[in-house]
Every structure is written in structure tokens, then in C-alpha cells.
Nanobody, 119 residues
Framework: QVQLVESGGGSVQAGGSLRLSCQVSGRTLEIYKVGWFRQAPGEEREFVASVIWSGGSTDYADSVKGRFTISRDHALLTVPLEMNNLSPEDTAIYYC????????????WGQGTQVTVSS
């Protein structure tokens, strides 16, 4: 199994920045991709960004392109998400999830971290 723990959430004003981090542990050799997702109150969980664990290729939701940057650090076993120019629409609980080789969906979710952006 792979375990994930998110950190770095908080409250900021519109236009501000936050840096989230996803710490991965366990059977990390099984990781194909790590993604960040978010869920606002009353909404479904939505994709934010992902990074291929080995090659580093990234993908972003249109709503965050140019503002958010995802990366991965093999030495620290972390997946940071740098978030800039935040808006109230970015307010949500942010989760990281792991897509393992041989599976067909994200699994092994973390507990989430709250991000609140005030206008």
C-alpha cells in the first residue's frame, strides 16, 4: 500500500499564495502518478493537477493553469503544489491521491487539507 499525508493548507486573501505538500510513503515503487484534487462544500471532488512519478510530466485543470505548479521530489518523497494568485473559487479541501501501476483509478487518498481564500 501507499500512504499519503497532505499539509500546508491555511487561510489567505485573494491574490495570495500557498504551498501544499503531499508526503508519500510505503510501496512507492508502485506509484505511477500522484494527483491533487479538491472538493468544495456541496460540490463533487474535482481534478486539480497531476505528475507522473517517474518522468515528471504534468497535467492541470484549465481553472488552475498558469497559477498552480505541481512537482515531485524523489529524495523527500513529496509532491508539492504551489498555488499563486488564489481566488475565493479555490476554497476547498485539497486531497492528494496515488495512481498505482496495474490499477485503473486513483486510490490511497490522504486525509485532506483545508484551503480558504477570502475576498
Amino acid at each position: 500500500q501507499v500512504q499519503l499525508v497532505e499539509s500546508g493548507g491555511g487561510s489567505v486573501q485573494a491574490g495570495g499564495s500557498l504551498r501544499l505538500s503531499c508526503q508519500v510513503s510505503g510501496r512507492t515503487l508502485e506509484i505511477y502518478k500522484v494527483g491533487w484534487f479538491r472538493q468544495a462544500p456541496g460540490e463533487e471532488r474535482e481534478f486539480v493537477a497531476s505528475v507522473i512519478w517517474s518522468g515528471g510530466s504534468t497535467d492541470y485543470a484549465d481553472s488552475v493553469k498558469g497559477r498552480f505548479t505541481i512537482s515531485r521530489d524523489h529524495a523527500l518523497l513529496t509532491v508539492p503544489l504551489e498555488m499563486n494568485n488564489l481566488s475565493p473559487e479555490d476554497t476547498a479541501i485539497y486531497y492528494c491521491g496515488c495512481f498505482r501501476y496495474g490499477t485503473s483509478a486513483y486510490g490511497s487518498w490522504g486525509q485532506g487539507t483545508q484551503v480558504t481564500v477570502s475576498s
